[in-house]
């Protein structure tokens, strides 16, 4: 049994190191995407006329801000810490 359980363990391993090679290959297409998103979110708020722009509504903006801008520190920390 714990052959099995030691193999299943390193295909797993083998497995997620695989996807974190592809995730950092593909980090400059993630990063393109979040900000064209915040920028058609920005974009769609500002259409609005004044009296429809909600107090959620930019709530929901600047939050969606805030997570991109944490997402791009934490990027940046890491790539800082592992270059």
Excluded: D, E, K, N
């Excluded at 099995?4 to 393109?32: D, E």
């Excluded at 004044?50 to 520190?73: E, K, Q």
């Amino acid at each position: 049994m714990l052959p099995q359980v030691l193999a299943g363990l390193a295909a797993l391993s083998i497995l997620s190191a695989g996807c974190v090679l592809w995730l950092q290959r593909f980090q400059p297409l993630f990063a393109a995407v979040a900000v064209a998103a915040l920028a058609y979110q920005g974009w769609l708020v500002s259409r609005r006329p004044a009296h429809r722009r909600t107090r959620p509504m930019f709530w929901i903006l600047w939050t969606s801000a805030g997570t991109t801008i944490v997402v791009f520190a934490i990027w940046t920390a890491l790539w800082l810490r592992y270059r």
